[in-house]
């Protein structure tokens, strides 16, 4: 009796030590960020070139802008075949064979690590233009970005009600103003927090962005050139080992950090199903 | 009329969704292509040396892949051993020991860990843990039991050790998060039965709810393990990316070398050599294919875990 007690009371002390210990490397990670990372920022850190190598200085402001279009094309190119898709499974499969390859297509995708998205942008795009470009970045994270809003879209539909489908169709409506404004309307919020989520995902990829957007030192000069992005940043500067770029590193994951947890947490904050 | 061109609309509709559905599936096709396409002359050119050479050397055209490939599978491996009693704790404590009130906290922490971008885990690893490791860690285990192999020195603060346990901080979300999931849905009537019979709450756990959630945890831990396998910017740049590991040396502090590691840290010079590049792609084609693998075997068995 008492050694079942005992046992049952040191699995409660163990489980309840690791669960906090789990808690350490995030504080450490978000505390370790904000000190260092804080003292480089500025203004000028935020809005200007970096500076030539050698001179004190300078900033990352290319780097933000072009995480942004990266982002922004990528979301152009995601979201619609996202949500196409999603709506497609959802609506108009009826299984076919289109819709069962397409299932096999994106849950495969969504298992496949990004590093290789970005070998296949390369091989698909950069090879075939002969340089490098942010537009195969931003095809590449769109891949990631499809199945994640596929999914969520998806589900979204599946959960609204026979009554109110069969409610719709006995207004005389075609199916796909029912697919469209009242299917969809009601599955808006998941859709919405799916994009949102991407979104922050693929802001914190880097891997897809190495050999298809690599780096430039300039301001974007149009969206079928290399650009700088923040991620590609934080590893080249990290990885240098000057003191000085190092610093901007920190600086530059500070603010790729408040952007990916902030939409995180907005959407933790926002959504029904916080568990 | 108005019946006619609703039946246009619902046409055009239906074709736009088809249209994308095709775009998606052949980008997924593309992807398989576009990576054998690539890597074929160097599997025409090195054969079975991709797998199972032993050194890398792009002067010469040497090109093997066995230690990124090890180094791939054991850090992966290592970081699941840690990483599943770690979460299976966690989901114990959220879903039995722990007060209701701390729940919010606990997934709240798990979705933040899962949400930091990698490559911050990275220079992280690379500039606060690691020379944090190295002098109160691995220097005096070096010192004391060094003599053992796996723990010999000279301590790299860049090593497998490193990754490994940085990939353990990354997964964990992921498998205790599920782990929660399917532990919340052990039947109740169950769980009482017990309860009844007057086990203890760690007996419930261990004849109630782990035994329901075997299959579902198993699946966990090999989505977790998949992301592991692909895990690129942290592990790039806290394993220091040598080939020591495991032919030179066998230590776990020493550096060593991932297929994505190499991958990234060697693909842009690569460019100019298509034998090199081409081999890059392979290791890539093979991390692709252990990958799919892995997933598919996740696949199956949540699915059979639906049934009970």
């Not at chain 1, 199945?147 to 969520?152: R, W």
């Not at chain 1, 914190?204 to 962005?209: K, M």
């Not at chain 2, 009537?189 to 709450?201: N, P, S, Y």
Request: hydrophobic share 55%; proline share 4%.
């Amino acid at each position: 009796m008492n050694m079942r007690r005992t046992k049952d009371l040191l699995m409660k002390l163990t489980s309840t030590l690791i669960t906090l210990i789990m808690a350490v490397p995030l504080l450490w990670i978000i505390l370790d960020v904000i000190i260092k990372g804080a003292s480089a920022l500025s203004l000028d850190f935020i809005i200007s070139l970096p500076a030539p190598f050698g001179e004190v200085g300078g900033g990352i402001g290319n780097a933000i802008l072009g995480t942004l279009i990266i982002n922004a094309m990528a979301c152009v190119i995601g979201l619609p075949l996202g949500i196409a898709t999603g709506i497609y499974l959802s609506e108009y499969s009826n299984g076919s064979k289109i819709s069962a390859l397409l299932r096999t297509a994106i849950d495969t995708l969504s298992g496949i690590p990004s590093i290789i998205l970005g070998l296949f942008a390369f091989s698909l795009i950069v090879i075939r233009v002969g340089h490098y470009t942010a537009l195969a970045a931003a095809f590449a994270l769109s891949i990631i970005m499809i199945p994640v809003v596929s999914k969520a879209t998806e589900e979204g539909m599946k959960t609204v009600s026979v009554d109110i489908r069969e409610g719709a169709i006995a207004l005389g409506l075609p199916k796909w103003v029912i697919t469209i404004k009242i299917v969809l309307g009601i599955a808006k919020s998941s859709v919405i927090t799916s994009s949102l989520l991407a979104f922050a995902r693929i802001s914190g990829e880097t891997a897809p962005l190495l050999f298809t957007s690599l780096f430039s030192y300039y301001w974007p000069r149009g969206l079928n050139e290399p650009m700088a992005s923040l991620q590609v940043l934080i590893y080249n500067y990290a990885m240098s080992g000057f003191e000085s770029w190092v610093v901007k590193a920190w600086g530059a994951s500070l603010l790729l950090m408040l952007l990916v947890l902030s939409i995180n947490i907005l959407v933790r904050r926002f959504s029904t199903k916080v568990g | 009329m108005k019946y006619k061109s609703n039946f246009f609309f619902e046409k055009i509709f239906k074709t736009i969704l088809k249209i994308t559905s095709l775009i998606v599936i052949g980008i997924f096709i593309l992807l398989f292509y576009s990576l054998v396409e690539r890597s074929i002359p160097s599997l025409f050119q090195n054969g079975l040396e991709i797998l199972f050479g032993t050194s890398w050397d792009p002067n010469f055209e040497i090109f093997g892949g066995a230690p990124a490939i090890l180094g791939t599978l054991f850090s992966s491996a290592i970081a699941l051993i840690f990483a599943l009693p770690i979460s299976l704790c966690i989901a114990i404590f959220y879903t039995e020991y722990g007060p209701v009130r701390l729940r919010p906290f606990i997934s709240g922490i798990m979705d933040l860990l899962a949400a930091i971008p990698s490559v911050i885990y990275g220079i992280w690893g690379l500039w606060t843990l690691s020379p944090i490791l190295k002098i109160n860690f691995q220097e005096p285990i070096i010192a004391s039991i060094g003599f053992i192999p796996i723990f010999s020195g000279p301590a790299y603060g860049l090593s497998i050790f490193l990754a490994s346990l940085i990939l353990t901080i990354m997964i964990t979300p992921i498998i205790s998060s599920i782990s929660i999931d399917i532990f919340s849905k052990t039947p109740m009537h169950l769980r009482e039965g017990m309860f009844a019979l007057g086990a203890t709450k760690w007996e419930v756990i261990k004849n109630v709810v782990f035994p329901f959630a075997k299959r579902g945890v198993f699946a966990a831990t090999i989505l977790g393990l998949g992301r592991a396998l692909g895990e690129t910017m942290a592990v790039t740049m806290v394993i220091g990316n040598s080939y020591l590991w495991p032919f030179k040396s066998v230590s776990l502090f020493a550096s060593a070398s991932t297929i994505t590691s190499k991958i990234a840290s060697e693909f842009p010079e690569s460019v100019v050599n298509l034998i090199h590049n081409s081999s890059l792609i392979s290791l890539a084609l093979i991390l692709l294919i252990i990958s799919i693998s892995i997933n598919f075997v996740a696949e199956i068995i949540s699915k059979k875990s639906v049934g009970g």
